[in-house]
Structure formats: structure tokens, C-alpha cells
Nanobody, 128 residues
Framework: QVQLVESGGGSVQTGGSLRLSCAVS????????LGWFRQAPGKEREGVAT???????SYADSVKGRFTISRDDAKKTLYLQMNSLKPEDTAMYYC??????????????????????WGKGTLVTVFS
């Protein structure tokens, strides 16, 4: 089994930064892909950034150049560095993991199929 626990959310002014963390427990080294997804009120869940087991990454167009996903396998932790935050980044952010052979790009687009494990989320609010 795999458990995911997110942290690092909060409220920040437009243009500010936050760093999200996702602590992974369980069979970490069996995971092919990790990623961040978000859901804003009244909107569907969308992929934000994903990283696979060969460190290939994939980003949503809306966050390219502003967000950076990374993983520290020794610490079993996934990160999302978010810079130049905008009010439209306000959402609940979820960490997810896949135990299937999945590329970063596949996981970003089809999380419902690709990802097997989900955290409970951390809230990010960006105010102007």
C-alpha cells in the first residue's frame, strides 16, 4: 500500500511563491509516476505537473515556466515549487502516484486512468 500526505498549502498574494510537499509512505520504489493535480471550486480536476521514474516531466501549459516538480527519492518526497502565483492558481492541490508503467505525459492527461493513489489535498489560495 502507498499513502500520500500533502503539506505546504496556504494563502499568498499574487506574485508570491509556495512549495508543496508530498510525503510518500509504503512501496515507494514500486511507483512509476508521481504528480500534482488541482481542482478549483466549480471546476474539473486538472493535471498540473507530473514526473516519472526516469525523471521526465510534464506540465500544464498554464503553469509552464512558473512551477517546477521534483522528487527526492531518498526522502520519499515529491515537491512542487510554485512561483509567480496568480489568483487562477487557487485550488485544492492533490498529490498522486501510479504503480503502473506510465509516462509523465500520460499521467498528466489521464490521471483517472493512470494514477492509483491519491492524497487528501492541500489548499492553495492566491489573493490579489
Amino acid at each position: 500500500q502507498v499513502q500520500l500526505v500533502e503539506s505546504g498549502g496556504g494563502s499568498v498574494q499574487t506574485g508570491g511563491s509556495l512549495r508543496l510537499s508530498c510525503a510518500v509512505s509504503g512501496y515507494f520504489y514500486s511507483l512509476y509516476c508521481l504528480g500534482w493535480f488541482r481542482q478549483a471550486p466549480g471546476k474539473e480536476r486538472e493535471g498540473v505537473a507530473t514526473i516519472d521514474n526516469i525523471d521526465s516531466t510534464s506540465y500544464a501549459d498554464s503553469v509552464k515556466g512558473r512551477f517546477t516538480i521534483s522528487r527526492d527519492d531518498a526522502k520519499k518526497t515529491l515537491y512542487l515549487q510554485m512561483n509567480s502565483l496568480k489568483p487562477e492558481d487557487t485550488a485544492m492541490y492533490y498529490c498522486a502516484a501510479s504503480s503502473k508503467s506510465t509516462t509523465a505525459s500520460q499521467a498528466l492527461v489521464w490521471p483517472g486512468v493512470a494514477m492509483d493513489y491519491w492524497g487528501k489535498g492541500t489548499l492553495v489560495t492566491v489573493f490579489s
